[in-house]
Every structure is written in structure tokens, then in C-alpha cells.
């Protein structure tokens, strides 16, 4: 399974061109990136040909198109013409561009007048970037997580089946809650209200009615928020003391989780779910210095996505996994059972933090051994919470695991 996280470039950072192309050298390119300068396009598709390329202009006042959209169809036609046209030369002339985001974060729940405002200018926008754009496709609804709520989504019906006529992408933002280096990912309560919304209601609401829309997850990441999880706090990102406080190897575990939750949706079974771009990466001035992705992590994450990508995250590759869980099933059966503590560990850290987050009680019931030059250890929950996990690693780093069945 190909890990569906890219890169949201803000500006160029040191080698992010680089790492790009180690990872297509590899065989295993990112999915997906976004960008917010047009001529990155020439540059990632020179590099690595099938990852999807993502645009969006940035501007900071964008109540006038809103405002315009609403009066009539023909006034939220010119407001639509007027952003598009801000950037429309740029992307005819260089080219390299798969898709073009709308407004970014204009949707606000229990407000029906911002909702119509927003949905009026994203049907504009579908109409006329195939216009002035025509080798793009539109990204509409880049709503801020946790907005819309559950029962406004009647709203976004016609422009739901305007994108998917379109080819366009919904984009909503799919920040997860971490609290204090606790990852809410695998809650699914938090699942349901935030990272996964897209997903287990939206989604499903749309399926429902016939409509097939395909999926950009513009901003996505590890957040801040309340201690228990909610009310996310915007400027509190993965670097915050607060939230990993730069741990990265705690948020690269984050990702493997949320590879796993992205490949159960019917969405990713349905090729549907094209990428999720994590926030972000860009030099100094940029802002937003809690999110910021660059050199040394943005090597471990090209490292996570080939890694990932090659063996499988979080399901594993078939033959490995049997040969894998016959190698630690007899392990059991010969009594060479591994229930010492070892808190240094790699996978008794991952393990901790999988009981701290979710309450599994899970202990480890193997010794580690070698499988095809990966390291494996099972371990078993104590309170039947989750099935027998097979934890995989390499050079002291955890890949992946999966579940019995």
C-alpha cells in the first residue's frame, strides 16, 4: 500500500527537490504534493512523473469573492474569474499543474449565510477554471476540521455532484488531536469529528446520494487541542511542547495509523482519496514554525513514505506477513516468549504509546527475531481490546504493524 501523505510546500526548503527525487528513484514516489508557487510543478514532475501536483494562490482578504458570488449566478461567475486570473498565465505558461484549490477555509458551521457564500463561490470556480485552466482540475470545500457539521451537509450536495462531474477533489482539512505526545488518531470519536470526517460522515452522506467525489486532504497533520482532545488549537503544531515537542519518530507513528485508517475507507478502496499534504513546509517568514517539515525530518518522512510504500504500511506484504506470523506463532509454541521490559526499546515505546492513547493494556509475547532482514515481536492485549499485532521494524525504527486476520 502506497502511504497516501505528501508534502505541503509553502516555499522551497533545503533539498525538498532532492527528497522528492530519492523517493521516485526508489520506486516509491510521494503520492502527492502541494505547493504554493506555480513553476514547482515543472520541478516535481521532472523528478517524479506520477506524483499529483497541487496549486493554491494565497490571499488574505477573501470576503469580496465571497460576497460577490452570493448576489447571482452571473456575479459569482466574475468573482471566480477575477481569483482565477490572478495566477491563470502562470499556470498556462509553465504548466505541470493537476489541480487548483478554491478559497482556502471559507466554510464555518451554524452559519447558513458564510455556507452559501462559500458553496456559491466553489460552483463558480468549478465553471470557470475549466475555462481559463483547462488542463486543471478544481479543489473546493478546503474546510478548516471539524466544519461543516454533521448535519449541515445538505448543503454541499450540488456542488458535490458538480465536482464529481468535473473530475475535481473535495479538500478538507484533516488535522488529528495530540495532547502532550498522546495521539488521538486511533479514537474513534475524534476519528468521527475531525481527521476521519471526510470520511465516516461526509463521505458516507454523499454515497448515500449517488455522489462519488474524489478526495485532496489539503492540510493535514498533527495538531494541538484541550486535554481531551478537542478544540484544536490552530497554532499548535507537532513541534509545540505540547503536542510531539519534535518527536519524530512519535509522529512518524502518527502516519503509519492514519495510512492504515486512509486504506479502510471506501474512498481510498475506490481510488478515490488521492493524497493528504502535511503542514508544512516553508523558510523563514512563512509563519506557522510549530508545523514546520524540513531537513532532518523531511528525510525520515522520505524514508517512512519508501519504506511504506515497499512493505506495506500497516497491512504488510502477504508473504512476508505469513511467513512473519508462522516464524512468531511457533515462537510461542517453543516457549520463546519475550515478556521482559525493555523501556528503551523501539517497539516497547511504540507499544507504550499505543496504551497511553488507547487504552489496549497490549504486552509483548515474543522475542524479537529477523524475517527477511526486518525485525519482528508480537504482542497480545491483555484485555482482548485489539486482535494479536505483529510489530515491524528496521534499523531500530518501527514501519508498520498489523493485526491478526
Excluded at 445538505?154 to 495521539?183: D, M, P, T
Excluded at 509563519?287 to 532532518?296: A, E, K, L, N, V
Excluded at 523501556?343 to 497511553?356: M, W
Aim: neutral net charge; hydrophobic residues 35%; contains cysteine.
Amino acid at each position: 500500500m502506497k502511504s497516501y501523505h505528501g508534502l505541503h510546500l509553502q516555499t522551497p526548503v533545503k533539498d525538498w527537490d532532492k527528497e522528492v527525487e530519492r523517493a521516485a528513484k526508489a520506486g516509491q514516489a510521494y503520492r502527492i504534493i502541494k505547493t504554493f508557487w506555480v513553476e514547482a510543478g515543472k520541478t516535481i514532475k521532472n523528478r517524479s512523473p506520477s506524483t499529483i501536483t497541487v496549486f493554491r494562490h494565497n490571499v488574505e482578504h477573501k470576503k469580496p469573492f465571497l460576497d460577490k458570488a452570493i448576489r447571482s449566478v452571473e456575479e459569482a461567475d466574475e468573482a471566480a474569474d477575477e481569483f482565477i486570473r490572478q495566477f491563470s498565465d502562470s499556470i498556462n505558461q509553465h504548466g505541470h499543474v493537476d489541480y487548483v484549490e478554491s478559497l482556502n477555509e471559507t466554510y464555518a458551521s451554524k452559519n447558513l449565510l458564510n455556507q452559501q457564500r462559500a458553496v456559491a463561490f466553489d460552483r463558480a470556480f468549478i465553471r470557470r477554471l475549466q475555462l481559463h485552466c483547462p488542463d486543471t482540475l478544481p479543489v473546493v470545500y478546503t474546510a478548516a476540521p471539524g466544519n461543516i457539521d454533521h448535519d449541515e451537509y445538505g448543503i454541499l450536495v450540488r456542488l458535490a455532484r458538480e465536482c464529481q462531474y468535473a473530475g475535481g477533489a473535495f479538500g478538507y482539512h484533516n488535522y488529528w488531536s495530540v495532547v502532550n505526545k498522546v495521539s488521538y488518531v486511533n479514537s474513534p470519536a475524534h476519528a468521527r469529528d475531525y481527521h476521519m470526517r471526510w470520511s465516516v460522515t461526509l463521505d458516507a452522506y454523499l454515497v448515500a446520494r449517488g455522489i462519488k467525489v474524489n478526495y485532496i486532504l489539503g492540510e493535514s497533520g498533527a495538531i494541538g487541542a484541550g486535554p481531551d482532545g478537542y478544540w484544536q488549537k490552530p497554532n499548535d503544531g507537532w513541534l509545540h511542547h505540547e503536542v510531539w515537542a519534535g518527536d519524530i519518530e512519535g509522529y512518524l507513528r502518527d502516519f503509519a495509523f492514519m495510512d492504515v485508517l486512509y486504506a479502510k475507507s471506501l474512498a481510498a478502496r475506490e481510488n478515490r482519496l488521492l493524497g493528504a499534504t502535511l503542514f508544512t513546509s516553508g523558510e523563514p517568514y512563512v509563519g506557522w514554525d510549530h508545523f514546520q517539515i524540513r531537513i532532518p525530518f523531511l528525510t525520515r518522512l522520505t524514508d517512512y513514505v519508501i519504506s511504506s510504500n515497499r512493505n506495506g504500511n500497516g497491512n504488510g506484504n502477504g508473504d512476508f506477513k505469513q511467513k512473519a506470523w508462522a516464524v512468531t506463532v511457533n515462537m510461542q509454541k517453543t516457549g520463546q516468549d519475550g515478556i521482559r521490559l525493555n523501556a528503551d526499546a523501539a517497539i516497547q515505546q511504540q507499544i507504550n504509546a499505543d496504551n497511553a492513547s488507547n487504552d489496549y493494556d497490549l504486552q509483548i509475547v515474543t522475542s524479537e527475531t529477523i524475517v527477511d532482514g526486518k525485525t519482528v515481536q508480537a504482542a497480545e492485549s491483555r484485555t482482548g481490546k485489539v486482535p494479536r499485532r505483529q510489530y515491524v521494524w528496521e534499523a531500530g525504527k518501527p514501519i508498520y504493524w498489523y493485526e491478526d486476520g
